[in-house]
């Protein structure tokens, strides 16, 4: 175990080449998304992901999620669905812990996004508004 009890073959910190792993997502997936962590501590993760489809109406409760827009386009929308936007590559979206969000279209894929989440982001960490939505299980999977 390296000095902060992580791992040696979880990295925290060095160089990423993000086109390199957003090109190393498949083209399809049985989940919602896929990711991948390039740093996870208890402060923080940093991972990659791929939108496959569209993604309902859902929070999460341990962390503050930040999402910088890697490619693709699409809709999201926080708070209130009549407030559906369209986000597009070089975009930052942030959602606050507990803040209701979604990403009902995709307009252009693949949808890849960095995320930045604080304190860390677990896998199960997604609440589904409508619970017939969906579980963690069929929200993300590691890639």
């Not at 390039?38 to 939108?51: E, G, K, N, P, Y």
């Not at 496959?52 to 209130?80: K, M, N």
């Not at 199960?124 to 929200?139: R, S």
């Amino acid at each position: 175990m390296s000095m902060n009890n992580v791992p040696p073959s979880d990295p925290q910190g060095g160089r990423f080449d993000l086109n390199a792993i957003a090109a190393s997502f498949p083209d399809t997936a049985d989940t919602m998304l896929l990711d991948t962590y390039l740093t996870d501590s208890a402060s923080r993760s940093i991972r990659v992901f791929r939108v496959y489809r569209g993604v309902p109406a859902h929070y999460h409760t341990q962390c503050d999620e930040i999402l910088h827009v890697l490619s693709g386009e699409g809709t999201f929308w926080i708070d209130d669905p009549a407030a559906e936007t369209p986000f597009a590559p070089g975009q930052l979206l942030v959602f606050p812990r507990r803040a209701i969000h979604a990403l009902p279209r995709i307009l252009r894929a693949p949808v890849v996004f960095l995320a930045i989440d604080t304190p860390r982001r677990a896998q199960d960490d997604i609440t589904f508004v409508n619970p017939e939505d969906g579980t963690p299980a069929e929200f993300i999977a590691k890639l």
